[in-house]
């Protein structure tokens, strides 16, 4: 005749034998959470993930528009790119341009597709 454990929570109390989820203090993580700790690798930015998205944007000096534009010409970024003043990116596209106001400016130049600073505005809006 065997003799049964008796009680209700005896010996492994209800835990079953050995193993991680028998012992104390045992946690197992969910499997959800493996997952959603995978996902920035899997977009592809893991270490890099405060990288910008934003374009670079390539600053140009009023001197260097006087030095290579005539008088009534037109100045965008394919034709700032064309005199190799600024490269073009490798994504090809064309470029951000912002135009700062180092050096001065004689000439009456058309501006488009450029950022411009404020004080590069006034010397500009001046001739």
Known sequence: MTVGRGGKRGKTSGR???GQKARA???IRPELRDFIKRLPKLRGRGKNSFQSF???VFPVKLGDLEKSYKDGEKVTPSTLSERGIIRRTISGGSPR???L???DLTKKLIIKGCAISLI???KIVEK
Do not use: F, N
Request: hydrophobic content about 15%.
């Open 16 to 18: 079953g034998t050995k």
């Open 25 to 27: 203090g045992h946690k």
């Open 54 to 56: 934003q374009k670079e």
């Open 97 to 99: 341009v912002k135009i």
């Open 101 to 103: 106001s180092e050096g």
């Open 120 to 122: 590069a505005r006034e």
